[in-house]
């Protein structure tokens, strides 16, 4: 009964580095879905995938790339990280793009230095 | 983990007491709310929803009340337990948009012995 799953949980990067979220869904969902977390803030949503194949952005995709690797998995890459990439990432997904639950992974806590 | 909820309304209650965690939404034309808890190092977890054309849903020991007139939801929680503690966050979306979905700040639900 995974869910979503994302790895890594914690990474700590310096400033310039790339690397890539990993997230894994098992529900066979259509849509997936990545925010961040900030302190004071609502999540924001980064990029988001409605089907296999397609990618979109949403409200703060600058700084990063998204592949929809398959209908499972969707991964966040930040070519060359900053300090204000500093966060809490959140890998999600939905059964479709229309009013449904949106599940959510655990969390991967980025710090950039 | 600990840097998400940092400055947030906090809502202290009695264990067995009932709790009334509120939110204001912004977009008269949202017609899909939802509630999300969301433990200290973890992803938010679904609670219930309700669409705009209800105005009462009842889960299993939770309630939310939408009042559209004044753009206003709240979570009930009855005879809470020290389980509940968490930050509780409202969403508010249009059906047919999930990649629209505004998530609110959230309240720090603090339980009192």
């Known amino acids: 009964n995974a869910g979503v799953t994302q790895t890594p949980k914690f990474q700590v990067l310096k400033t310039g580095q790339s690397m890539t979220l990993q997230c894994a869904q098992d529900?066979?969902?259509?849509?997936m879905y990545w925010y961040r977390q900030d302190p004071g803030m609502g999540l924001r949503l980064i990029y988001y995938s409605a089907s296999e194949g397609t990618t979109d952005k949403g409200e703060v995709p600058n700084g990063y790339n998204v592949s929809r690797l398959n209908k499972r998995e969707f991964s966040l890459r930040l070519e060359s990280a900053a300090p204000s990439q500093t966060s809490v990432y959140f890998c999600a997904s939905s059964r479709s793009r229309s009013g449904n639950t949106i599940y959510f992974g655990e969390g991967s806590w980025l710090t950039v230095v | 983990g600990e840097s998400v909820g940092l400055h947030l309304p906090t809502l202290s209650v009695q264990e067995g007491d009932n709790s009334i965690i509120n939110c204001a939404y912004s977009n008269s034309a949202s017609d899909y709310f939802i509630w999300y808890k969301q433990e200290s190092g973890k992803g938010p977890q679904f609670i219930i929803d309700?669409?705009?054309?209800?105005d009462k849903r009842q889960g299993q020991r939770v309630t939310v009340l939408l009042n559209k007139t004044v753009k206003h939801l709240s979570l009930q929680i009855a005879a809470t337990q020290p389980g509940d503690s968490a930050v509780y966050f409202c969403a508010e979306s249009l059906m047919n948009r999930d990649d629209k979905i505004i998530f609110g700040k959230g309240t720090r639900l603090h339980i009192l012995p």
């Open positions: 529900m066979n969902h259509n849509s």
């Open positions: 309700i669409r705009s054309n209800m």
